[in-house]
T-cell receptor
């Protein structure tokens, strides 16, 4: 079975631009979460979606938005990019949205903002 | 206060030796889960082991075991018989329960870089 997939793998943008990152969860998984990992730090929670509804939001500005599609894939959008948005963006999927659902991570999208 | 604290930025261990990676946590929830992930240089987070707050026995998964001391709020990872392929960044993470709006949100520590030497 295919694991969590993310696209693109690498991306270079300039300040002020907009970016869309994509994630396909493991087949049968209905929950997708997004994390930002700045170099040298642990991942920080951005969003969780379950059954196409937002279930959680981390401490990120409104420039960050996301959505989940009927096939449970997800997009993360970041507007007005800043240099500080340069990071590895990780997507994780799980079957459900609760405490005991194991999360499986994708390989990540490495975003560089110049 | 930090929710997850990993005080060892880097650790070295000889091949075939055991190593303990420290993790302490802070939560007011009674129901929570503790996780360890391995992150090689490729970037993907690989799940290693899980310990639930109500689990009475320490979790084990092959060469990985979790030394869970609830009263001390610590959840240290023990890797036995280290291998060269164990060299990676290791993250401790916590998922809190309903009282703190946990859901699927994982809170990560800053990680420990483990280097296994011949």
């Amino acid at each position: 079975d295919a694991g969590v997939t993310q696209s693109p793998t690498h991306l270079i943008k300039t300040r002020g631009q907009h970016v869309t990152l994509r994630c396909s969860p493991i087949s049968g998984h209905k929950s997708v979460s997004w994390y930002q990992q700045v170099l040298g730090q642990g991942p920080q929670f951005i969003f969780q979606y379950y059954e196409k509804e937002e279930r959680g939001r981390g401490n990120f500005p409104d420039r960050f938005s996301a959505r989940q599609f009927p096939n449970y894939s997800s997009e993360l959008n970041v507007n007005a990019l800043l240099l500080g948005d340069s990071a590895l963006y990780l997507c994780a999927s799980s079957q459900g949205a609760g405490l005991y659902n194991e999360q499986f991570f994708g390989p990540g999208t490495r975003l560089t903002v110049l | 206060a930090q929710k997850i604290t990993q005080t060892q930025p880097g650790m070295f261990v000889q091949e075939k030796e055991a190593v303990t990676l420290d993790c302490t946590y802070d939560t007011s929830d009674q129901s929570y889960g503790l996780f360890w992930y391995k992150q090689p240089s490729s970037g993907e987070m690989i799940f290693l082991i899980y310990q639930g707050s109500y689990d009475e026995q320490n979790a084990t998964e092959g060469r990985y075991s979790l030394n869970f001391q609830k009263a001390r709020k610590s959840a240290n990872l023990v890797i036995s018989a280290s291998q060269l392929g164990d060299s990676a960044m290791y993250f401790c993470a916590m998922r809190e329960g309903i009282l703190t709006g946990g859901g699927n949100k994982l809170t990560f520590g800053t990680g420990t870089q483990l280097k296994v030497e011949l």
